[in-house]
């Protein structure tokens, strides 16, 4: 069993920067893949990155890359999106997740958090 809290969202101007963290709890954490989603207002949730189990690897969905960074740190059981250059469309609910694959579908997420809102303005 895997237990995520996220943190770290707020509201900030266009341009500039945040950084969300997601804390886990259960000694497994290091074995799962973690990724990042988020859901913007009236639209279905979708894949912004993901991190291989050691960090080895990570994917980021176009509209985030060159502008977020996942990383993670297993001695802290804690994923992290430092999200510079936001944008009004990066406006929405982000949640971390785990999951025992490194890919980008929500479906094969097992573990989820109750995710943190990102507001930003134009």
């Known amino acids: 069993q895997v237990q995520l809290v996220e943190s770290g969202g707020g509201l900030v101007q266009a341009g500039g920067s945040l950084r969300l963290s997601c804390a886990a709890s259960g000694r497994t954490f290091s074995t799962y893949a973690m990724g990042w989603f988020r859901q913007p207002p009236g639209k279905e949730r979708e894949f912004v990155a993901v991190i291989r189990w050691g960090g080895s690897s990570t994917s980021y969905a176009d509209s985030v890359k060159g502008r977020c960074t996942i990383s993670r740190d297993n001695a802290k059981n804690t994923v992290y999106l430092q999200m510079n250059s936001l944008k009004p469309e990066d406006t929405a609910v982000y949640y971390c997740?785990?999951?025992?694959?490194?890919?980008?579908?929500?479906?094969?997420?097992?573990?989820w958090g109750q995710g943190t809102q990102v507001t930003v303005s134009s």
């Open positions: 997740a785990a999951s025992n694959s490194f890919n980008r579908r929500p479906v094969e997420y097992r573990y």
